[in-house]
């Protein structure tokens, strides 16, 4: 159950690029909207129209890769499986120092249980009687 390490780290590595792409896109929307004042107070010149003109080419851009990466994670989060759907019952005895391991949560049990159900709940394993 646990979830592959080369996934994990693509997964990882697109959320550094989707961090820095709208990061990015932050900063091109407020020159667009400055641009855009002065257009509005004053004209712009050749040089600022020119800047303008690369801006909303690079605004786009940016966008398109950002629905690109968002695609693409969006794929791997299916091969890596919803963790918080996936349970572990067990029916007999599950002695001490077991550890029950699912995805990179882990837990160990101090004690000897039976007939229980465990699962992840908000990032941690959490125990229930069948």
Known sequence: MGINKKVSEQVEQLNEQLSALKDNQNKLVLLGNQLQKKKKQSGLNTKERIVLLKQRHSLEKVTKDIEQ??????????????????????????????????????????????????????????????
């Open 69 to 130: 990466i968002q695609l693409e994670m969006t794929e791997l989060q299916w091969t890596i499986g919803n963790f918080t759907e996936m349970s572990i019952n067990v029916y007999g005895k599950a002695f001490g120092n077991v550890e029950l391991n699912i995805g990179k949560y882990s837990r160990l049990l101090k004690d000897e249980h039976s007939c229980f159900k465990s699962y992840l709940k908000d990032m941690e394993i959490v125990m229930e009687p069948l």
